[in-house]
Nanobody, 121 residues
Framework: QVQLMESGGGSVQAGGSLKLSCAAV???????MGWFRQAPGKEREGVAT?????SYTDSVRGRFTISQDIAEKTLSLQMNGLKPEDSAIYYC??????????????????WGQGTQVSVSS
């Protein structure tokens, strides 16, 4: 069974950068992998996915980059030009099948515990 563990969250000022990592324990899912985020009082939002295609939600496109190292069983999210509205708990997720658009949380069945990202103005 796949288990996912995020790391790399923290607090930065607007314009700063953070890199999130997600380590897969036991095995690495070959279906769609993705990053989601959830801010207080808001629904979980798909941020980026990677599989045969790479997709980003409009608000992060050009600032965030998703990547994966299958041999190292890691998923990463490089976040540049961070804005206060990027503040949220970020989750990595693994799906059984290929990536779809739009990004849907229901396509993913395994989730990490989340890591907090806070961006101050």
């Amino acid at each position: 069974q796949v288990q996912l563990m995020e790391s790399g969250g923290g607090s930065v000022q607007a314009g700063g950068s953070l890199k999130l990592s997600c380590a897969a324990v036991n095995t690495y899912r070959r279906g769609c992998m993705g990053w989601f985020r959830q801010a207080p009082g808001k629904e979980r939002e798909g941020v980026a996915t990677i599989g045969r295609i790479t997709s980003y939600t409009d608000s992060v496109r050009g600032r965030f980059t998703i990547s994966q190292d299958i041999a190292e069983k890691t998923l990463s999210l490089q976040m540049n030009g961070l804005k206060p509205e990027d503040s949220a708990i970020y989750y990595c997720a693994a799906g059984l099948f290929g990536c779809t658009w739009p990004i849907r949380a229901t396509d993913f069945d395994t989730w990490g515990q989340g890591t907090q990202v806070s961006v101050s103005s």
